[in-house]
């Protein structure tokens, strides 16, 4: 089982849809990261977060350490909103990112 | 936001050769930068952290007479891939960890290695 899971692995919404992004992780962290990743490979940060829930336009990232769950939710979905969304956790005391496998989405018009 | 560079964004070689890689940190000094390598339709993998001034860190599995990462400066990690081969071929990333803050990692935009 690896350490971070995402679902879905793969979703496709209609233009305007709201999408939510789930991740889940079996190890003690000091940050959850959202990262962003479009065809052609470079990856943005989108989010860095530790608890609560943080906003950025129309992204919101939430996370819950007990339950060890963030969710990434995309309100108002776009085309260009179409990339690979990866969420990655800084395992506790150290600066070592571990990757889910990402979330591939598609979002039509 | 902080902003990390690499260079360069493709390079295509012949097997045997070796090609070296650049990752910036453009307005922060790095004293960490790390590089990953993904495989198509993969998620990324650790290679190695980079710490200046010290010898880099490896994964397991990763061969370092391979993969040869100096961090020579606060601003500049390069990873040479030696005597490359055509499975060398994929993408590397690097991050560097902003030290004004806690675990912010910024990565650069990549680099698409192709050996033929």
């Known amino acids: 089982k690896n350490e971070v899971e995402q679902s879905p692995q793969n979703l496709t919404a209609q233009e305007g849809e709201f999408i939510t992004i789930n991740c889940s992780y079996s190890v003690g962290i000091s940050a959850l990261h959202w990262l962003q990743q479009h065809p052609g490979g470079g990856i943005v940060s989108l989010f860095m977060l530790s608890s609560g829930k943080k906003k950025h336009g129309r992204l919101i990232a939430t996370i819950n350490i007990q339950e060890k769950h963030s969710s990434l939710h995309i309100t108002a979905s776009h085309p260009r909103d179409s990339a690979v969304y990866i969420c990655?956790?800084?395992?506790?005391?150290?600066?070592?990112?571990?990757f889910g496998t990402g979330t591939r989405l598609q979002v039509f018009p | 936001g902080a902003v990390v560079s690499q260079h360069p964004s493709r390079v295509i070689c012949k097997s045997g050769t070796s090609v070296k890689i650049e990752c910036r940190s453009l307005d922060f000094q790095a004293t960490t930068m790390f590089w990953y390598r993904q495989f198509p339709k993969q998620s990324l993998m650790l290679m190695a952290t980079s710490n200046e001034g010290s010898k880099a860190t490896y994964e397991q599995g990763v061969e370092k007479d391979k993969f040869l990462i100096n961090h020579a400066s606060l601003t500049l990690s390069t990873l040479t891939v030696t005597s490359a081969h055509p499975e060398d071929s994929s993408f590397y990333i690097c991050?560097?960890?902003?030290?004004?803050?806690?675990?912010?990692?910024?990565f650069g935009p990549g680099t698409r290695l192709t050996v033929t």
């Open positions: 990655a956790v800084s395992q506790y005391n150290t600066d070592k990112l571990i």
């Open positions: 991050s560097a960890r902003d030290p004004r803050g806690t675990y912010e990692q910024y």
